[in-house]
C-alpha cells in the first residue's frame, strides 16, 4: 500500500511538472546515522530526567552516567514515570532496578525500563523532531563496584521502533550498546535506521 500509494503520487503530478519553471525538490524524510545517534540519546536523557524526577534517588542519576553505589544488601525498586518532555510532549515508562552489594560496597546494580515517548519534542543535531515510541522502547544496563567506587564500564543496551515528525518525518528500528568507561565518555555502536552507528555521545 505505502509504494502503490506514492507511485499513484508520482503519476498524477507528472502532467504538471511540464508547467513548472522551476524543478520539484522532494523533502528530505530520512535521518543520518548521526542525527538517529542524537535522536535516541536525547530521549534517553529525557529518561534521565523524567527517571530521576520521579524518585529522587542516587540510583536514578545511574541511568544517565553512573556514580557510586548506594547502601549496602540485596534490594529491587520498581521504577514508574509519567511526565513531559522539556520541549514538549510527553515520556512514560516503567521497569525494574537492582542492587546486590556486600557491607564493603562491592557488587553489582542493573536496570531495565521500557518506555514511551508521545509527541516528545527534542532536538536532534538541530532537527527539531516530534518522537512517538512504535509502539515502545528499551533499555538496560548494568554496572560493578569495588569498595562502593565503581569499576570497569558500565554497559546500556537499548532497542525498539520509534516514529518522528517535524523537521523530518519518518520511522525506523534501534539496536544500540553504550558503553561508559570510568571517568570516560560514553561510545555509542550498533544499527540505527539500518546504518552503523559508531562514536561518542
Not at 530526567?49 to 536514578?60: E, F, I, K, R
Not at 521497569?95 to 562491592?106: K, Q
Request: net charge negative.
Amino acid at each position: 500500500m505505502f509504494r502503490l500509494r506514492h507511485i499513484m503520487i508520482a503519476t498524477l503530478a507528472l502532467p504538471f511538472l511540464g508547467a513548472c519553471s522551476e524543478p520539484v525538490t522532494p523533502p528530505v524524510t530520512t535521518l543520518s546515522a548521526r542525527q538517529a545517534q542524537q535522536m535516541v540519546t536525547a530521549l534517553l536523557n529525557e529518561v534521565a530526567a523524567a527517571t530521576a524526577a520521579a524518585h529522587g534517588d542516587p540510583d536514578a542519576a545511574l541511568v544517565a552516567a553512573g556514580g557510586a553505589a548506594s547502601a549496602a544488601g540485596a534490594a529491587a525498586e520498581e521504577y514508574s514515570f509519567d511526565t513531559s518532555c522539556r520541549g514538549g510532549g510527553r515520556i512514560h515508562g516503567s521497569g525494574d532496578a537492582w542492587t546486590l552489594l556486600s557491607p564493603n560496597g562491592t557488587g553489582t546494580q542493573s536496570m531495565n525500563l521500557l518506555y514511551t515517548p508521545v509527541g516528545c519534542v527534542i532536538d536532534a543535531g538541530g532537527l527539531e523532531l516530534v518522537v512517538d515510541g512504535d509502539p515502545s522502547l528499551t533499555y538496560d544496563w548494568s554496572a560493578s563496584y569495588t569498595n562502593n567506587v565503581r569499576v570497569g564500564d558500565i554497559l546500556f543496551n537499548g532497542r525498539g521502533s520509534i516514529r518522528w515528525s517535524g523537521d523530518r518525518t519518518g520511522s525506523c528500528l534501534v539496536d544500540y550498546t553504550i558503553t561508559i568507561p570510568p571517568g570516560g565518555t560514553g561510545i555509542m555502536s550498533g544499527i540505527m535506521c539500518g546504518q552503523d552507528i559508531g562514536g561518542p555521545l
